[in-house]
């Protein structure tokens, strides 16, 4: 204890260390054999490892006792007792998201969402009765937020999104594989409340459905896992020098890295072979090069809050439906897709895509007619992920028909994976936006073609 105390003495007035502590399950690092990790273990290997330690059953319980290093919250392996509560309790106070926790495969029951109104219904009898200490402060009060019961599809839809996308003849129809693979994590990364998750399925259904040779099964072959790093090795020709198909080829490649990461069963040649065909297709266009003298970001964060800067400057074409709008969908998607990149680990990838990037975001705002005024619309991301968006008639009779400019430009050209595109990017973009009022308006402009039929591009 005297040491420890002379420690804080001595580094009483030094500046706090930089510290990044990784916490995952069944990784590896400590000698998992089946995950392979290996970025994992080059960064643990000639630095501190701790080799003895202990942790509870389950996920929230971890972490919470590194939120407040409040031990007894690790004793105890199951999400339903009054310990594990406590934790639950912990991430409440320091985490006023909405939905508390959203956890797969759990030993108990799958997929779980519970809000903070839902959550202290529950245990506030429980823990009172305890008398467990700190638990119920001030800070751990109901949100009044809507009931949400997270579901999750099944892994059926990588499959079939990764097999749409190497039936694909040329890179176009592989939107429709694209789109599965999005509206698969979409439902899966977000707690959305069951009927919007079903509403959504529904339309990946349908989607299906209208392309059967698309999604037709393909010959059964050995997977080989290693494989997967030939596409990013395909996709830095698709990049460099600027922008090309709209950034597909970098959307495309990190949706399948991502799926075949998760679904390493279907890691087949065949596969391989017919993704890399994909980005050396879109490597034959002639880039679209960025028009100022900048080329880089200094990072992601710098990259993904240039694109809520860009989507911000056009403002004025809101509730103008027939001046045509910049490539919103694909900036983000395109957006999006880099950050992910980095995520997995191609960090120099990423960097390469920038110049790309900002030629993609570079578009100017259009001419306006200032005697026109606006009509007003009322256009919000909550209304796009309710349910009755996705239950609307209207809706779904547009998107269950082919795309025509004249009479249905909200057709199949939403249905074949647009929509689940920008959904799936978009709601992973604003988690890194600390300016939610620029969100608002972001998602305004955005989502406005997805609610307005008669907006003209975007």
Known sequence: MFLILALGVSLAGAAPPNMVFILADDLGCYGQKLI??????????????????????????????????????????????????????????LSPSRTLCSYRNHPIGGRHAMNRKEFLK??????????????????????????????????????????????????????????????????RDNALGEETTLGIQKQLDAAIASQPEQFAPLPDEP?????????PKALLPAMQGGLRAHGHAVIFASLSIKAMGDA???????????????????????????????????DTQTMIDALFDSLARFEPLLGRPSIRRPNFTHMVTHTEALMNLEMMGYADLARAGHPGHHAHIGAPVPAIDPSLPPAAENVSLETVMSKDYWADPKNQERWNHKFAIPNNPNGDWIASGHLFKVLYSYHRLIGRVKDKEKVKLCSQILLERYINPDVQGG
Request: one cysteine or more; a positive charge.
């Open 36 to 93: 392979q990790t290996p970025n994992i273990d080059c960064m643990t290997a000639d630095r501190m490892k701790f080799t003895h330690f202990y942790a509870g059953g389950s996920v929230s319980s971890s972490q919470a006792v590194l939120m407040d290093g409040w031990r007894k919250a690790i004793r105890t392996g199951s999400a339903t007792t009054p310990i594990d509560l406590y934790a639950l309790a912990t991430m409440a106070r």
């Open 122 to 187: 529950l245990y506030a009898g429980i823990v009172g009765g305890l008398s467990i200490p700190g638990v119920l402060g001030e800070s751990a009060s109901a949100a009044e937020t809507a009931s949400v019961k997270g579901i999750a599809l099944d892994e059926s839809y990588l499959v079939k999104g990764l097999t749409a996308m190497v039936r694909a003849s040329t890179w176009f129809p592989a939107h429709w594989g694209a789109g599965i693979l999005a509206g698969y994590y979409l439902c």
């Open 223 to 231: 997977a080989d896992k290693a494989l997967i790093e030939e596409v």
């Open 264 to 298: 390493p069963h279907m890691a087949r040649p065949s596969f391989i072979k017919a993704l890399c065909g994909l980005s050396r297709q879109i490597a034959k266009h002639a880039p679209q090069r960025p028009t100022g003298s900048e080329t880089s970001y200094a």
